[in-house]
Structures are given as C-alpha cells and as structure tokens.
C-alpha cells in the first residue's frame, strides 16, 4: 500500500520558522475576559496586524523569496494580490536586495496600494471582474525574466504562512480549536498543518465572508467549485477559485468552513477596536466575527483566533465601523452577552 506524501508537514513549517526568526516579528497573544465569557472558552487572539507589512502574508512570501537560488533572486520577483501578499513580496524583495513588480486590481484599497509602491515595488493593475491576474502576472513574469511568488500556490508560501500557528502554539500552549480566515487557502492550510501535526484532536475551522465562500462550496463538493468574483468588504477574501495545492491540503486537515457576514466583520472590527484596543481590516476580523456570532458553533476548551491582517486606512476603518443609526453597535453572542467597551 502507497501512501502520499503531503506537499507540506510540519517539518517544513518549522524548517521555515527557522529561517523567518529575527526577520518576521514573533506577533503577540492577547487574552479578553470579556470575550472569554462571550465565547464560554479561554480564547487566545494571534495578532498577525502586528506583522511586518501589517499582516500574515509577509511570512510566506519572504520565506518563499529566501528560498530561491541567487542569479534567480537577483533577476526580481513579480507577484499579484489585492494588497497584503503584495506588501509583503515588495518589503521582503528590499530585505532581500532584490526588485518586484505586483500585479494589483485597480480597485485595491489606496493605502495598500500605496504602501506596496512605499517599498520600492513597481506595481501593473487589472481589472478583477473581467481580467485573470494569473495569467497577467505569469505573462509578466516570463517576458522579464521574473521569479514568480504566488499569494498561497507555493510550498514554500505555505509553510511560511503556518509559522503564525507554530508560535501561537508555542505561545499559548496545545489547543482544542484554531479559527482563521480563508481566502486562497494558504494561511489555513500551513496553520492546520501545524496544529493538526503537534494536537492531532484539535479541530481546525475556516471561515469566509459569506460572498465569497468557494472554499466551503469545494469542501462540499469534492472538487475545486469556481463562484463569481465575490463583493465582500473582506478584500482579502474576494477569490473565486481555492488554490489547487491549498485545497488538497484543506480537504484533508480542515474540520469544516464557517460564514459570516459583512455587518458581522464590521461588529468584529469595532469590537476589537473598542474592547481589544486593536485595529483589523475586514478580512483580518472575518476569524473573531465567528467567535463573536457563535457561527462557529460550542467551543470549549482552549481556542486559537488568527487575526491575519490590520492594513486599513483611518478613512476606510471610520466608514466601516461608525456605528451610526445602527442598532447593532456591539456584536453579541447568542448567550445574550453584549461586547462592551473599556479595558481588556
């Protein structure tokens, strides 16, 4: 009998932990009270918006780039991305001495837009409704000469990305649940790489804004399910398609996919901002929303909660998370208990 050997274990997440130490920022655990009684279980909040470049993606794509043979590095790195993986291959490109361009929608949001171009990359746009950034960053690439380092199609990406998991681990002890975010799958599968390897009973959610939920609709179906381009305030979520290599990871370590709702990732930033103290952009916030609606079901015991990214600008974050005439301004949990505000 032949067993397959999976594209990414745990030893590759920890071979790239060593590579990233000193270079990536070994991000902080918080703990709320009041979250721990609004979740019934002792939660523990990875703070990845404290990362480099503001969010998670800065692990996979340096150690991806480190991973390249030097005439190869030398010659530039081309990426594409909404904005967080593109920050991350343009800061990792100038910690590495190297160039990059980034393949962006013309929609991104400005200030991740403007921080890629504040590291030094060169940036072409498209249009994510009608264009394949794909093939526009494949072209890209094999016209100058370029070393592609795709957002999460990469082992090495991956096992850079489940280096978030490894340190929360390592930080807060086993684990009975990881929840993060899902977007092209690379985050959750290198984090359920390392959870699954080191608390095989731990269960290990996805959650996605309900737009953009083609990673629960593949689960569902065997297969790879391809939707409509998702609008979602979740920009970092907004794919249409699992990555081939993260779905074949995620089918096999994932105990299931949950969705939330923009309102809900709204209700999940104004939380963190007032009680946590702490800001996420929408798809950095999709993770808590589930905890804070329940959507993810009991959770008891000890509880992972990745918090992948805070690159959101003052005028976007005000827009999203000024409460208004609305009547939901703190999210609460199914047993009644409304979030507040003040200290942790």
């Known amino acids: 009998m032949t067993t397959t050997h999976p594209p990414v274990t745990l030893d590759d997440v920890r071979a790239a932990a060593g590579i990233l130490r000193g270079v990536a920022h070994r991000t902080p655990v918080l703990r709320s009270r009041t979250l721990d009684a609004l979740a019934g279980a002792e939660v523990h909040l990875k703070c990845e918006n404290f990362q480099r470049a503001g969010a998670f993606?800065?692990?996979?794509?340096?150690?991806?780039?480190?991973?390249?043979?030097?005439?190869?590095?030398?010659?530039?790195?081309?990426?594409?991305?909404?904005?967080?993986?593109?920050?991350?291959?343009?800061?990792?490109?100038?910690?590495?001495?190297?160039?990059a361009v980034i393949v962006m929608p013309e929609d991104a949001p400005p200030s991740k837009h403007a921080a890629t171009e504040g590291y030094g990359a060169e940036i072409v746009t498209y249009d994510r409704y009608t264009g394949d950034r794909v093939a526009v960053a494949?072209?890209?690439?094999?016209?100058?000469?370029?070393?592609?380092?795709?957002?999460?199609?990469?082992?090495?990406?991956?096992?850079?990305?489940?280096?978030?998991?490894?340190?929360?681990?390592?930080?807060?002890?086993?684990l009975d649940v990881l929840l993060a975010p899902v977007g092209g799958g690379g985050l959750i599968a290198g984090s359920a790489t390392a959870v699954?390897?080191?608390?095989?009973?731990?269960?290990?959610?996805?959650?996605?804004?309900?737009?953009?939920?083609?990673?629960?609709?593949?689960?569902?179906a065997g297969r790879r399910v391809s939707i409509p381009v998702p609008r979602t305030i979740a920009d970092g979520q907004a794919l249409h398609t699992p990555g081939e290599l993260t779905f074949s990871l995620n089918r096999r370590?994932?105990?299931?996919?949950?969705?939330?709702?923009?309102?809900?990732?709204?209700?999940?930033?104004?939380?963190?901002?007032?009680?946590?103290?702490?800001?996420?952009?929408?798809?950095?916030?999709?993770?808590?929303?589930?905890?804070?609606?329940?959507r993810a079901g009991a959770l008891p015991g000890r509880v992972g909660v990745i918090l992948s990214g805070g690159n959101v600008d003052a005028e976007r974050f005000a827009r999203l998370c000024g409460s208004g005439d609305r009547r939901a301004d703190r999210p609460?949990?199914?047993?009644?208990?409304?979030?507040g505000t003040g200290g942790r």
């Open 57 to 99: 993606k800065f692990r996979g794509a340096y150690h991806a780039a480190s991973r390249l043979a030097p005439e190869r590095l030398s010659r530039g790195i081309a990426a594409y991305s909404s904005g967080n993986h593109a920050q991350a291959v343009a800061l990792a490109a100038r910690e590495l001495g190297t160039t």
């Open 138 to 174: 494949e072209a890209l690439a094999a016209e100058r000469g370029l070393a592609l380092v795709p957002p999460y199609e990469h082992p090495h990406v991956i096992a850079g990305q489940g280096t978030a998991a490894l340190e929360l681990l390592e930080q807060a002890g086993d």
């Open 253 to 294: 370590l994932l105990d299931g996919i949950v969705l939330v709702g923009d309102d809900e990732i709204r209700d999940a930033m104004r939380f963190a901002f007032e009680r946590l103290r702490i800001v996420l952009e929408p798809s950095g916030a999709t993770a808590l929303a589930a905890l804070l609606t329940g």
């Open 196 to 220: 699954k390897g080191l608390c095989p009973a731990a269960r290990v959610i996805g959650v996605e804004p309900e737009g953009g939920d083609d990673t629960k609709r593949s689960l569902e």
């Open 332 to 339: 609460r949990h199914p047993n009644g208990a409304p979030g």
